[in-house]
C-alpha cells in the first residue's frame, strides 16, 4: 500500500528553524516526484514546490523561492521541507504529495498534512 | 505565469442534481489540467487527470472535459458525501485554481 506519512503538528516561534518530513512507503521511492503544497488557514491550495527523489532535483514555486528549502534523503525514503527563519504568516497546512507516472502530472497520493503554527 | 481561475466560487445542489464547474487558463495548456477534491480536515484526492481521465476508484459519476484554456468538470447524479470544496490544477506548472465548494440543499 502506497503511503506517505508526515512529520506530526509543529508549534513555533517567529525566526526559529523548522524541517518537517514525509516518509514514503509502498513503492519504488525514487522512481517519483514529490511535491509540496501550502494550505493557509481556511483558503485554497497553493504550490509549492518539487524535488526528484532520485537525484534531488529541486523547482521551487517563484514565490517561495529563497522562502524555503526542499530536500530529500532517499537512504530513507523521506523528504523535507524546510525554513530558516518562520514567520507567522508561515502557520499553514503543510501537504506532500507524489506525482504519479500514469496520472499525466496529476498528484496521486498525499501525506495527512503537518499544521505549522508559527506565533510569538 | 499561468492563471487559473474557476466559477462558481460556490455551489449549493439537491442529491442526484447535475452539477458543473468551470476552469479557466490563462493560456493555453493543452490537456495538462487535473481536479482535485478536498473534504474539510482530509487531505485532496485525484480525481481526473489530462483532463478527461478518471483515476482509479473515482466514481463514475464524476467526469471532466476540455482542453486549451477550457475545462469543466460534472458531477452527473450529485450524492452527500460529494459536498467538498473541487480544485483545478495546471499540471506543468502546477498553480492551483481558487476551488469551488459544493454544497448540498
Known amino acids: 500500500e502506497v503511503q506517505l506519512v508526515q512529520s506530526g503538528a509543529e508549534v513555533k516561534k517567529p525566526g526559529e528553524s523548522l524541517k518537517i518530513s514525509c516518509k514514503g512507503s509502498?513503492?519504488?521511492?525514487?522512481?517519483?516526484?514529490i511535491g509540496w503544497v501550502r494550505q493557509m488557514p481556511g483558503k485554497g491550495l497553493e504550490w509549492m514546490g518539487i524535488i526528484y527523489t532520485d537525484d534531488s532535483d529541486a523547482r521551487l514555486s517563484p514565490f517561495f523561492q529563497g522562502q524555503v528549502t526542499i530536500s530529500v534523503d532517499k537512504s530513507i525514503n523521506t523528504a523535507y521541507l524546510q525554513w530558516s527563519s518562520l514567520k507567522t504568516s508561515d502557520t499553514a497546512m503543510y501537504y506532500c504529495?507524489?506525482?504519479?507516472?500514469?496520472?499525466?502530472?496529476?498528484?496521486?497520493?498525499w501525506g495527512q498534512g503537518t499544521l505549522v503554527t508559527v506565533s510569538s | 505565469d499561468i492563471q487559473m481561475t474557476q466559477s462558481p466560487s460556490s455551489v449549493s445542489a439537491s442529491v442526484g442534481d447535475r452539477v458543473t464547474i468551470t476552469c479557466r487558463a490563462s493560456q493555453g495548456v493543452g490537456s495538462w489540467l487535473v481536479w482535485y477534491q478536498q473534504k474539510p480536515g482530509k487531505a485532496p484526492n485525484l480525481l481526473i487527470y489530462a483532463a478527461s481521465n478518471l483515476q482509479r476508484g473515482v466514481p463514475s459519476r464524476f467526469s471532466g472535459s476540455g482542453s486549451g484554456t477550457d475545462f469543466t468538470l460534472t458531477i452527473s447524479s450529485l450524492q452527500p458525501e460529494d459536498s467538498a470544496t473541487y480544485y483545478c490544477?495546471?499540471?506543468?506548472?502546477?498553480?492551483f485554481g481558487p476551488g469551488t465548494k459544493v454544497d448540498i440543499k
Open positions: 504529495a507524489r506525482q504519479g507516472i500514469t496520472t499525466a502530472g496529476g498528484l496521486d497520493y
Open positions: 509502498g513503492y519504488s521511492f525514487t522512481s517519483y516526484w
Open positions: 490544477q495546471q499540471a506543468n506548472s502546477f498553480t
